[in-house]
């Protein structure tokens, strides 16, 4: 197999050890900058040069997409994309993982469980916004910080409002969000690779400070997580769209917290915490999928005049409840449906004889306009009575 890994830093202890890996185990690997790259949109087939000269075959791309780099990086992946090269983390998913106020509201469409966190801008707003999440203390965060900057602990609503408003005054965007204070000053990251999590551990900081990061000064040590902290984690990364992520979570009374899902985890703390050889289980799993390359279903699927994906709801009373999903007549409307969601579990590729509950939510590919027939109308808010104008009414 040869792989490339698109590092700008090629000497980090991350990408020294996915290249020992991949030679390891007898692939051919390179790494290359990011930045060297050049997208061709003039050819008749998608194509990519780098450094100046046409980009060789690859079988896989690993991305280590730097912060400061995001959107050229992304549109780099999108091209490999394009081109049929498999990636474990697609343009989508490091896009949406990166932007933390993107990230929860795919996350809490999704019903993963978060801290109560609120978004605002309107100096008005912010006080309502706190105790919408519980009150202060409350953390602080900024939508575009990394490695723990810009994560602030205000114990009060005053002192709250005043960072805010500070911040919004310097064109800041911030996340508002409840202090888990059973949780202070540690968390939980796994390492997530394709449907498990290959290793985990638990982050510790260090003396007052509240963040946990390695970069703060947190220690870290190995933790055996359980089921429910795997779950979370693997469904948080594949909803992003992520193969290989680090998902990290708060411990909390009610169980775990997602708080954020990293697309370029660091290995040097995990690795030296657990001893295990996370690289390598990267490179093992990349291997065991370069012939399966992710695409983006609703732009392949919606190529056909009069075709796309729609997600068909089961509302609660409606008559679908309690029939069989072979008993819709979907096949004879020239519908197919793709994945059954239920609650937090996906049924891929459902049966005839699966029974439909309330709530259900049927992803379907086909006709359109058949399809819109089955969406009912959405429930209207009551127009409220006005009051009469004063002025007279015209003849």
């Known amino acids: 197999m040869k792989i490339a890994v698109l590092s700008r830093a090629p000497q980090s202890y991350s990408t020294q050890r996915l290249r020992a890996a991949a030679q390891q185990r007898g692939h051919n690997v ?44 992304t549109a780099v992946v999108r ?17 949406n993982a990166r932007d933390k106020l993107r990230a929860n509201q795919i996350l809490s469409r999704h019903n993963i469980a978060m801290p109560p966190t609120a978004f605002v801008r309107n100096r008005a707003d912010v006080r309502p916004a706190i105790e919408r999440v519980g009150g202060a203390p409350v953390v602080i965060k ?50 997530v690779v394709g449907d498990r999590v290959v290793a985990a551990m638990r982050r510790v900081a260090d003396g007052d400070e509240f963040r946990s990061n390695v970069h703060r000064g947190g220690r870290v040590e190995p933790v055996a997580i359980d089921p ?41 703390g995990i690795e030296a915490a657990t001893k295990l050889d996370v690289a390598g289980a990267i490179i093992d799993y990349i291997a065991g999928q370069v012939a399966f390359p992710d695409i983006d279903v609703r732009q392949r699927l919606s190529v056909s005049t009069g075709y796309g994906v729609a997600e068909l709801m089961v509302h609660t009373g409606a008559e679908q409840v309690g029939q069989k999903l072979g008993d819709l007549g979907l096949w004879d409307r020239d519908i197919t449906v793709l994945t059954l969601h239920r609650g937090t579990s996906v049924i891929p590729n459902p049966r005839k004889h699966v029974v439909l509950e309330a709530e259900d939510r049927l992803l379907c590919f086909g006709r359109l306009d058949e399809m819109r027939t089955m969406i009912p109308e959405k429930r209207r808010r009551r127009p409220r009575v006005r009051r009469l104008p004063k002025a007279p009414l015209g003849e």
């Open 30 to 73: 390179k790494v290359l900058n990011t930045l060297r790259f050049a997208i061709d949109l003039t050819a008749d087939a998608p194509d990519l040069f780098f450094r100046g000269k046409q980009l060789s075959d690859y079988d896989a791309i690993l991305p280590r997409i730097g912060n400061s780099i995001t959107y050229f990086g």
């Open 228 to 268: 429910i902290y795997e779950q979370t984690a693997v469904r948080s990364a594949q909803i992003m769209g992520l193969r290989v992520a680090g998902v990290d979570m708060l411990e909390s009374d009610d169980g775990p917290l997602v708080m954020e899902v990293n697309s370029s985890p660091g290995l040097q």
């Open 79 to 95: 091209q490999f994309e394009q081109m049929e090269v498999y990636t474990p983390n697609t343009a989508n998913g490091i896009s």
């Open 142 to 191: 900024l939508l575009e910080g990394t490695q723990g900057i810009g994560v602030i602990l205000a114990p009060q609503v005053k002192v709250a409002e005043a960072i805010i408003e500070t911040l919004h005054s310097t064109k800041q965007n911030v996340l508002i969000q409840k202090f888990i204070a059973e949780s202070r000053g540690r968390d939980i990251r796994a390492l």
